[in-house]
């Protein structure tokens, strides 16, 4: 059984920075792409993100080309997304989800097999 636990959640202002991190526990997950989703009240949840696996291509939303940056530690199994420049429009519950049948990003949560229990980011003006 696979966990992942997000953290780096938090209040902060606009234009402000966050690094959410995400450790998976009972596996090695650093074969497989790794992905961020965000989901706001009454939103679906959407594609933020994501990085391969032994092969380090990364792949962002339109929205946050620029601003966030994903990154993965696979001595430490730890998957980072640090954001810069936070706009209240990124106010989300965030998603950490780890694709186990496939090396590459995808941004549909259907092809992600485990996920966390999320992380508030709320962005004030």
């Known amino acids: 059984q696979v966990q992942l636990v997000e953290s780096g959640g938090g209040l902060v202002q606009a234009g402000g920075s966050l690094r959410l991190s995400c450790a998976p526990s009972?596996?090695?997950?650093?074969?497989?792409?790794m992905g961020w989703f965000r989901q706001a009240p009454g939103e679906e949840r959407e594609f933020v993100a994501g990085?391969?696996?032994?092969?380090?291509?990364?792949d962002y939303a339109d929205p946050v080309k620029g601003r966030f940056t994903i990154s993965r530690d696979n001595a430490k199994n730890t998957v980072y997304l640090q954001m810069n420049s936070l706009k209240p429009e990124d106010t989300a519950v965030y998603y950490c989800?780890?694709?186990?049948?496939?090396?590459?990003?995808?941004?549909?949560?259907?092809?992600?097999?485990?996920w966390g229990q999320g992380t508030q980011v709320t962005v004030s003006l």
């Open positions: 990085v391969s696996g032994s092969v380090v291509i990364k």
């Open positions: 989800g780890a694709r186990i049948t496939g090396v590459y990003v995808s941004r549909n949560q259907n092809d992600y097999g485990y």
């Open positions: 009972g596996r090695t997950l650093s074969a497989y792409a």
